[in-house]
């Protein structure tokens, strides 16, 4: 680029004692030259940031702890927005710790071997119940983190309106919640036990 700008600088002086529309018209050229360059530059300069994007992408591989952290993320973006809802009912909150839930459950179930792929499947996929019941029944969830049948409860009754979608498309007014305070302190409850067990087997 550099040389190409001296080229240009060097054209348009020999030309300076030229007539004027003459130089006008090849300094004109030159310029146009010297976009074309520029813009050719930074086309190959996006085309290698998204190889090496590609790249990366190829070569990150998701582990339970990068899922278990957007869980911790997740439940502490609840309880920011619930603390701004004061003590009205917060449905995006409430969408936040299910989510949050979701990802701990994941995060479990993934370091217990269970691929990413069928996790993010109609077997799972957002079903709070299903996710669950299979750390409980398959994965013994509760050495890790034991879950009281009123705590259950709460998941199945979260579970109803969160796999249905029903904290993101305004369809009703009547939703069945289970307490704010109870359901923050579930989050939490998992975010911290999984992340407990999570540090202890990958240190």
Same mark, same amino acid.
């Given at each position: ?28 050229? @030159? ?49 920011? @927005? ?40 109609? $077997? ?15 994965? $013994? ?32 007014? $009547? ?5 704010? $305070? ?22």
């Amino acid at each position: 680029m550099r040389r190409l700008q001296w080229q240009i600088r060097c054209d348009c002086r020999h030309y300076r004692h030229r007539p004027r529309s003459s130089a006008t018209t090849l300094c004109q050229g @030159v310029m146009e030259l010297r976009d074309i360059y520029t813009a050719v530059n930074l086309h190959l300069e996006i085309l290698q940031s998204q190889a090496k994007t590609k790249r990366n992408l190829e070569d990150f591989q998701p582990t339970p702890q990068g899922l278990w952290k957007r869980a911790e993320e997740f439940e502490q973006a609840a309880t920011v @927005v619930a603390d701004a809802a004061r003590n009205k009912v917060s449905l995006p909150a409430y969408y936040l710790w299910a989510h949050s839930i979701e990802l701990s459950l994941k995060a479990f179930l993934f370091a217990h071997g269970v691929p990413l792929r069928k996790l993010k499947s109609r $077997d799972f996929g957002h079903n709070l119940k299903a996710l669950v019941d299979e750390a409980r029944e398959r994965y $013994d969830l509760k050495k890790t983190a034991h879950l009281s049948n009123r705590e259950l409860g709460e998941i199945y009754v979260l579970n109803y309106e969160y796999v249905a979608k029903r904290f993101e498309y305004h369809e009703t007014e $009547d939703y069945h919640l289970p307490h704010r $305070d109870r359901t923050k302190r579930l989050a939490e409850k998992l975010v911290r036990l999984i992340g407990h067990a999570l540090n202890k087997s990958h240190p």
